[in-house]
């Protein structure tokens, strides 16, 4: 592990939320501890055994991002569950393919939009798996139900990110083209991050560009054959 100095531009990875909150007022918790993102703030890393300045070195804790998409779909099967890209920065520390940092903001939530064929799939695969990740996710006060398009709005609104709904994700795991376009966000988003802040309309165009293309990979998946669930 090696770590960061305290950078001015973030470090950005990918993660997971939960959507949880009211329907006119969404907000974003944490799948793994009870943990809710306020809106426009940053998140601040807290260390559950008393890390003076969280991410410790020979601790769990600090705000988890990952470098690499693919690693989230599986994880990410679920209704109520957003992936996103999300700006790091403050102290952090190298992890397995990611990062625990200090400080986090989301700076652009995809919201999986599962089909029947998701659905049918995931309980033809592991149904247990299933009901174990939504009762878990219930703890934590996420809603585990696909959110309306009203939710949404309010949700990019009230967290100044945008929004996209991408389709389900099962079953084209992993998706060379997916995590190209995966990794041309990310370092756009990084990249442009100070540019964006500052208002550069140039930026801001490249940011949507690279989301809009990812999702479009996602878009490629949408109209698989139907898995032989009777097989
Ligand atoms: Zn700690």
Redesign the pocket.
Known sequence: MTEAPDAAIPVVGFRLWLLGGARTAPDLRSPAVAATWAPRTAMVAA?????AR???WD????LYATSVLDRLLVPAVGDGVLLGCVALWGRVVEADQGWRAEYAYPLALLVPRRRPLDRALEQYLSPGLARMRRARWLARGGRAEPPDEGTLAALGERYGVPVHVVAGLLPRIPDDDLAHRAAALRDEAARGLPHRRLGDGHARHRFTRAIEELVAAFEGWSDPEPPPLSA
């Open positions: 260390c559950p055994r008393g890390c969280p991410p410790g601790c769990g804790c600090g």
